[in-house]
């Protein structure tokens, strides 16, 4: 074979001219593993062949870093589970500050699993997922989280930051009206009276009650769904009968919206219904319609 001329001795790499080292198949595996973007010739110089077996080794390395995080990321998702399980049995058993511990521990979870800091969950975090259920259960923690913070004083800011995170995750959540129920009652025998009356009022604000139409799309940012709220606030409230059918709706509509929320098929027939129904109550009685429900 013609050896000679510096052409045929230069490294492809990195230009530079000598003796050169085959990669051998087992190393182009490991390249290709572990540095796929790399394109690196047959042949190289013996400087260039240290740089790649140390490149590859250390690939490997955070590769495997990389997987053992993923695999406790999988791990801490599972584990969730049991962790809420505890927290809410313990809720029954009045054991409040342990159940604290544990809901705090969940929470901690999701945010080691998403990559954010404390108290930087939100429900933007589950959207577009298989996850988006867990909008609901987050809601319902920071509800329990709500009532455990308020057995004293010296809680009253985790309160009101728990508050803040429960409305965040409601607006996203069909169970909306549901927690809003349960703040009704839970408001006549709370220690800081006016923190739950104040939530029980932005809850309404908020458009809970549209849980059906919520449950439908899934999301409070469609149209349908705020003409709807819209329709509910401005126009049924402001009449006695109006105020009836809400209270009404408010009785029968959380089965209602547990099932719409496990059926595909009935979500179909009620958006047909609502793509309808949302555009003609709205020129019918003028509705307001604001971006930011
Ligand atoms: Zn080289």
Known sequence: METSGTSANQCLRCKSAGPLLRIDPGLRLRIDETLPSENIPPEVCANCFKQITSLVSSGAKLMREQNAREQNKMNLWRNRVNILKHGRKLMTLKSYSDAAVAYEKYLRILEVVYDVKAGGLTPEHFKNSARTKEISVVASVYWDLVRIYDTTPRYGDRQKKSIEKLLSFLRLSPISSEIGRKAR???????????????????????????????TYQNVEVFEVRALCAFRDQVLANSAAGRFFIKSYYLFSPPVAELVDSSPRTQKLLKKIFRALAPWLNQKFDLHTPEDV
């Open 185 to 215: 009652q839970f408001e006549p025998t709370a220690k800081n009276q006016a923190v739950i009356k104040d939530f029980i009022k932005r809850i309404d604000k908020k458009g809970g009650g549209c849980f059906i139409a919520t449950a």
